[in-house]
């Protein structure tokens, strides 16, 4: 999972509900209090493929905590402890997340934090501490935006900052 956009750009049709469909079924199928993340894949021939079952908060849902009123690491403790839960409601028109893989060769990525947030203040910048190696996931960006190009385009280039 490299970058995240919800809503989805095509959210509705046939494909959507297919894939709706599928994720319902599962989590019906299973007996599971809290946070269930049912990853799908879209193949190029237009196939749902199920990649991933989490039943946990997942990397891929990093974008709610800035981009829903009720974030999902929020969410699985109300159901847990058996709490109300929270509206999931976006909080803007177009949310993007872009995972930090890898990292910088030479320096710290708290190092690089001026920068991002000089050219994309309205980048919400997550380091999780982790050492940098190809391919590991060390952190993620958000952005918020009324249209989903500027999302995309903020939350790419504050990302940026922190790979080589």
Request: glycine residues 10%; aromatic residues 4%; contains cysteine.
């Amino acid at each position: 999972c490299a970058e995240v956009i919800a809503p989805a750009p095509r959210g509705e049709g046939p494909l959507e509900d297919m894939a709706a469909e599928i994720a319902q079924r599962i989590v019906s199928g299973l007996d599971v209090t809290g946070v269930l993340a049912v990853e799908l894949f879209e193949t190029t021939d237009e196939r749902i493929l199920v990649n991933e079952l989490a039943m946990r908060p997942h990397n891929s849902g990093h974008w709610s905590i800035e981009g829903s009123v009720t974030g999902q690491f929020e969410q699985h403790l109300r159901a847990v402890l058996d709490l109300p839960l929270g509206s999931t409601a976006l909080r803007g028109e177009s949310i993007v997340m872009v995972n930090i893989l890898g990292g910088p060769a030479e320096g710290a990525l708290a190092d690089r934090l001026p920068q991002a947030f000089e050219r994309h203040p309205e980048a919400k910048v997550h380091l999780y501490g982790k050492a940098p190696r190809p391919g590991r996931k060390v952190g993620h960006v958000t952005v918020l935006a009324d249209i989903l190009e500027d999302a995309v385009a903020q939350a790419r280039g504050a990302a940026g900052f922190f790979q080589d």
